[in-house]
């Protein structure tokens, strides 16, 4: 089992490295492949991987008696994973079969749908504020390894670094963010005139059944009292075992009265992500991102066309602080509104139980308000191996820091944050 998810591991972070990210085979091995779950690290290294750059496929063999482990590309989604012994008959996946426009079809148009004029050169150009991006690159300073920043003030650029061999249009795994975004995408459908029903997963919506009494609400706020593979990031069977979403989290009992306690867990995000595709199953992620200049962002879905929005969502720096801006702007968009009136104080409410730690819980983004230096009105969206996007209203602000932190050495956030409000005032 463990051979087997360690290839289904190595073949769709390879994918999609290579095709989301645009990354060369030196950068997705020292970055992408190293410092991962402990019980398949060091036995992706010695995988054999063959990569078909014509098909925008790669397998990966683990034991001689068994067909490799497939990953496949496509330019709306990105790449799914197979089922072990899937093989190619000619059918496309439910992702090949969707339209959308080439990545980076925007970039001539102004700042923020497109990267011209991103920049307030008056700002960079500022030493003690250039010295403290530098120093996000230092791990003595905050820790953790730093991939890219960027800093958006008043909504312009006013501070941009990436590390060796990344840019402006390199993508990473989101890995958590994506439950934020995920929450942004029920407000999309939302604002598109589509109601969730109160019992929103038609697998439950059986007599007799306790799951009945879940909303979208306890799933977004992490509380629907499910029992899951594990609290935290880890849906081994869906993420490297090429489950499908609907089949692995619609089986889990209930443990706890809905909104009685908090417990994160992915299935929770997956499940709500279901719940708005069973309503609107014609809105797809990718026009929510194109509708912001979020062209460089992938949402990946399981071999049955299901997204994996708790984690497998691949996208830029920029991309990522386009979404904050959303948020600072209060759901418009040139004109348009994407989500609700009101979602940015929805999606930043806590309600209920919290949990334990530095941060509070809203419904799918993390809370500041514990943070030292950080104003009360400061909430983020948080990844494993350290991606945070940071939005402060009250300061016009948006923060974005990649990485690709180790397990014991991560990034120091709310220092960093609390860094940066010190450079603006």
């Known amino acids: 089992m463990t051979m087997a998810e360690a290839a289904g591991y190595k073949a769709q972070f390879l994918c999609s490295s290579l095709w989301n990210g645009n990354k060369t085979l030196a950068d997705i091995e020292a970055d992408e492949l190293s410092g991962i779950y402990p019980h398949i690290d060091p036995i992706v290294p010695g995988l054999k991987a063959e990569i078909d750059e014509a098909a925008h496929q790669v397998s990966v063999s683990f034991a001689e008696d068994m067909p490799p482990r497939v990953a496949r590309h496509n330019p709306v989604t990105g790449c799914t994973s197979m089922p072990i012994g899937w093989t190619n008959d000619g059918r496309r996946l439910p992702g090949e079969a969707l339209e959308r426009a080439p990545a980076g079809s925007l970039d001539d148009r102004p700042w923020p749908m497109g990267d011209a004029d991103a920049s307030d050169p008056r700002v960079m150009m500022i030493t003690p504020f250039d010295t403290l991006i530098e120093s996000a690159f230092d791990a003595k300073a905050f820790g953790g390894k730093t991939s890219g920043v960027v800093i958006v003030h008043k909504g312009r650029i006013v501070q941009e670094r990436y590390k060796q061999g990344h840019d402006l249009h390199t993508a990473q795994r989101t890995w958590s963010v994506a439950k934020s975004i995920a929450g942004t995408y029920v407000g999309f459908v939302r604002q598109k005139g589509f109601t969730i ?153 806590s309600s209920g139980p919290q949990p334990d730690g530095p941060f509070g819980y809203g419904a799918s983004f993390w809370l500041m308000n514990r943070s030292e230096g950080v104003p009360a009105d400061a909430f983020a969206a948080i990844g494993n191996r350290g991606q945070y996007l940071v939005v402060i209203p009250s300061r016009d602000l948006v923060i974005v820091r990649r990485g690709y932190d180790k397990a014991g050495d991560g990034f120091d956030i709310a220092k960093f944050t609390a860094e940066v409000l010190k450079q603006l005032r």
């Open 197 to 349: 029903p109160e019992t929103p997963i038609r697998e439950w919506n059986v007599p007799g059944d306790p799951r009945r009494a879940i909303t979208v609400d306890n799933l977004l706020r992490m509380g629907s009292g499910l029992e899951s593979d594990s609290p935290g990031n880890r849906t081994d069977a869906v993420y490297m075992g090429a489950g499908e979403v609907r089949q692995w989290t619609t089986q889990w009992p209930m443990l706890h009265r809905p909104g009685s306690i908090f417990r994160y867990a992915n299935n929770d995000i997956l499940l709500a992500t279901l719940a708005a595709r069973d309503v609107a199953p014609d809105l797809h992620p990718h026009q929510m991102f194109d509708a912001i200049g979020m062209t460089r962002t992938w949402a990946e879905t399981d071999w049955q066309g299901n997204y994996i929005l708790s984690s497998q969502v691949w996208t830029t720096a920029r991309d990522m602080a386009r979404m904050g801006l959303l948020y600072l702007n209060d759901g418009m968009w040139d004109g348009q509104r994407i989500v609700p009136a009101g979602w940015r104080d929805y999606v930043t409410k």
